[in-house]
């Protein structure tokens, strides 16, 4: 199955990727990427990525910024960054183009560091540079002479105030220009930064293909045990999907919570009361994007892993299961051919016998040693330690390894 192209209707058809529903993404980096040659290092890598069936990559913050990661902008227009030049970044986005994968830009626009000292001796000016707006661009909780926040603060820095309209539309106008770069995807870092109808107005402002928002916050517990019912914490991501007139999808960090619990011998944590995926991916599975950690929840920042060695499984379950999975860079070109070979085959089960974003589940098993489940009535999978193989002699085995294994149907 190839890429969905962007041809000139597609592209202008913001629903036409999320009814697909076929999307595998991939993220290009982690938390010391900057350290390298890294837009030359994807480049290279590209014929894989795009041969492995990735369709999109998402890129780190590509403008310059204040720290090398690129999480603190400062001249947005400016593409020269740790990770490599303009003219390394316009090959890289070329060759992604070339082989039909798009790429995924890191939209950070909760804040913005300052140039120049204003109001109450904060740097919350942007003097000297492109986009060179003045106090009333940074909320009032945090130094500026904008209104207070639409969401919560990011500490230590200027946040930018989307209220006004004069920022906005720099705002729509600078992800347009990114767009006429050649990223076709947006991811919103820090998206409980500021209002979800505002990411309604950029997406359909600036038109990306699929946009993903990174709305996380903490999962619920009791003490240092995770709660079985996560409803409150997916709850919250859904109202954010929502609020952007459901045009983004979101990081499903509710189901990577449990997950992450389920593989350690508590696998009854993947079936809710009613019978369903746990996550946000068991009440709205177009807009979930799963994931087994990525450059903050592991790396080197390591703030929330999941357990090393059941990675592995972990993939099992977002490669058989509705939602739209993404590996981590580190899992697929760090951890070895191994490794590298068993997320590929996943991909492949899942695009042969065409699992998809919406595709149905049957749960049989869910126990502390064994979660096993039937998806789309195509593939059946499980993982754990407890023994299960499915009945019927149309089953055969496609995918197996350390606790875990993938039937499909002949």
Known sequence: MSNLKNSAEESTDLGAVLRNGREILLQGFNWESHKGDWWRNLEKKVPDIAKSGFTSVWLPPATNSFSPEGYLPQNLYSLDSSYGTEQLLRALLQKLEQYEVRAMADIVINHRIGTTQGHGGMHNRYDGIQLAWDEHAVTSCTGGLGNRSTGDNFPGVPNIDHSQSFVRKDIIGWLQWL????????RFDFARGYSAKYVKEYIEGAKPMFSVGEYWDSCNYNGDELDYNQDSHRQRIINWIDATGQLSTAFDFTTKG????AVKGQF???RDPQGKPPGVMGWWPSRA???IDNHDTGSTQAHWPFPSNHIIEGYAYIFTHP???TVFYDHFYDWGDSVHEQIVKLMDIR???DIHSRSSVRVLEATDNLYSAIIGEKVCMKIGDGSWSPTGREWTLAASGQRYAVWQKQ
């Open 179 to 186: 767009r006429s770069v050649g990223f076709q995807d947006f």
């Open 258 to 261: 449990i997950l992450q619990e």
């Open 268 to 270: 009854w944590r993947l």
């Open 289 to 291: 994007v799963t994931f």
């Open 323 to 325: 939602g739209i999975p």
């Open 351 to 353: 695009r042969h016998q």
